[in-house]
C-alpha cells in the first residue's frame, strides 16, 4: 500500500452560507446571497441558503461526526456579516460568540480549524455602499474585517486562508451574472479580481505586522482545473498554456511574482488595471503556502473563430480574451455537475504550480463531485463518490511521490448543502442530509474516507462490512 506522509493532513471543508442557515438571527447582517438568492429564477426552485443545514445550532453535532470519521482539519468560512452586520462598524459580539464556541468545540476533539475570511458572502450594505468588489474603499474594510478576527479567533486559529476562489467572485459574479451580485459584464470581471487581489495583500500584511506573535500561517485559495492540449500542435500547447494563466496565473502570479501575466496584459490592454510600483512589492510574497481548488479537466485547443458551437458551457471564463477552444473526451465520466472525472489532471495541475511556482507548500483546500445520491434503509451506496476520491488522491500521492509539496487534502465537501446557484439539487457531501428533517446519514464514501485517513493510503479498499456498520 502507498501511503502518505506522516504529517499529511486530511480534512473536510464547508463555508458558511452553504450550511450555516440561522440567515437573519442574532444580529447577522444580510449578504449579497441573502439578496441574490432572494431574486425569482437566480436559484434552482428559488432556494437560498436561510435555513440551509442548520448549522449554525447543529455545529456540535456535525463536529462530532467529522470526529467519527478521524479528519484532522476542518476548513470553514467566517460569515462576514455576522461579524459586522453592515460589513463595517459596529461589531455583533453574537456572532462573535458562535465562532469562538465552534473554535472551541474543534479544538476540544483535536480537529485543527483553518478559517476563510471570505467565502463570498459579502454584507449587503457594502455591496449598495461601497460599490462591492468594484469600489475602491473594500479592501480597506476587508483588511479591517480580518484585524478583528485575527484579533478574537487568532490565539486559537493558526492556519488563514484570506479569500476562496477569487476567479469565481470575478468571473461568476461579475462577468457571466450567475452568481452575486449578479453583474454581466466583459470588463467588470478584470476590476473587481484587482480589488479581490489587493484586499488580500492588506489582510496579510495586517496579520504579519500586528499578530506574528500568535505563529499562524495565512494564504489564498484559488480554484483551477487542468487544461490538456487537445493534440500535440504548438498551437494547441500554448492555448493550454493560456487558459492556465488566464484562470490560475491571474491571481497567482501577482501573489508569487509580482505582476500579472504578460499575455494577459498584451491581450487585455486597458480592460486590465496595473498595479502601481509600490503596490507590487506590497503583493508580492503573501502567501505563506499555495491553496488550491480543483474539480475537473478539459481539453484546450486553439480557437481560431469557428469554435462557438464545440465550447463546453462552464468555467473557460472570459474566452473571448484568450482565443481557447473546451472540450471533452467522450470517454470521460461526468459528475452530476457535468465536470469530467480525470484524476490524472489534477496530477498535472499539482506540477505546473509546483513549477511555475518554485516549489510551493501546496494544500488541496476543496476537491470533490455531486452525484444523484439516495438515501436506502438508512445507508448511502455512493460508489461514485468513494472511486473519485479514491482516484483523486492516488493522484496527489503519486505527486508527492514526485516531488510536489502537497501537504494536506480538503475533501469538499463535509455534508451535503446549498450549491449556490444550483440550490439543494447538486449533493457534494460526505454526509447526506435530509433538507426536511435535516437529519445527517455519513455515506459510503465517508466510511471509505475515514479507512483512508487510518490508513493513510488512498488504496485503501471499503470492505462491504464497513459499508454496513455505521461510524
Ligand atoms: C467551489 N467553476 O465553487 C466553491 O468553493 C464551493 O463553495 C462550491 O460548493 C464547490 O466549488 C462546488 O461547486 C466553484 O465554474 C463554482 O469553475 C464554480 C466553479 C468552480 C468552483
Partial sequence: MNTFPDDFIWGTATSSYQIEGAAAIDGKGPSIWDAFSGIP???????????????Y??????????????????????????????????????????????????????????VTLYHWDLPLALQLEDDGWLGETISDHFAAYADLCFERFGDRVKNW????????????????GVFAPGRVSTSEPYLAGHQLILAHAKAVHVYREKYSHQKGQIGITNNCDWREPLTNSEQDKEAAERALQFFLAWFADPIYKGDYP?????????????????EQKMIKGTSDFFGLNHYTTMYAAHDDGTAKERSVYGNGGISEDQDVDLSLDENWKLTLMNWAVVPWGCKKMLE??????????????????????????????????????????????????????????FAWSFMDNFEWASGYDKRFG??????????????????????????????????????????
Fill in 430 to 471: 460526505l454526509h447526506y442530509v435530509d433538507f426536511d428533517t435535516l437529519v445527517r446519514t455519513p455515506k459510503n464514501s465517508a466510511l471509505w474516507l475515514k479507512e483512508a485517513i487510518k490508513n493513510n493510503s488512498a488504496d485503501t479498499i471499503l470492505e462491504i462490512s464497513d459499508k454496513i456498520k455505521s461510524i
Fill in 262 to 278: 504578460e499575455v494577459m496584459k498584451k491581450r487585455l490592454g486597458d480592460r486590465l488595471p496595473t498595479f502601481s510600483a509600490k
Fill in 161 to 176: 486562508i484570506t479569500l476562496n476562489e477569487p476567479w469565481v467572485v470575478a468571473i461568476l459574479g461579475y462577468g457571466q
Fill in 57 to 114: 445550532h447543529k455545529f456540535k453535532e456535525d463536529i462530532q461526526l467529522m470526529k467519527n470519521m478521524g479528519v484532522k482539519a476542518y476548513r470553514f468560512s467566517i460569515a462576514w456579516a455576522r461579524i459586522f452586520p453592515t460589513g463595517k462598524g459596529t461589531v455583533n459580539e453574537e456572532g462573535i460568540q458562535f465562532y469562538s464556541d465552534l473554535i472551541d468545540e474543534l479544538i476540544k476533539v483535536d480537529i485543527v480549524p483553518w
Fill in 352 to 409: 505546473w504550480i509546483d513549477q511555475r511556482y518554485d516549489h510551493p507548500d501546496i494544500y488541496i483546500t476543496e476537491n470533490g463531485c455531486a452525484y444523484p445520491d439516495e438515501l436506502v434503509d438508512g445507508k448511502v451506496d455512493d460508489q461514485e463518490r468513494l472511486d473519485f476520491y479514491k482516484g483523486y488522491l492516488q493522484a496527489c500521492q503519486q505527486a508527492i511521490e514526485e516531488g510536489v509539496k502537497l501537504k494536506g487534502y
Fill in 41 to 55: 429564477g437566480k436559484t434552482h426552485r428559488g432556494e437560498t441558503g436561510e435555513i440551509a443545514c442548520d448549522h
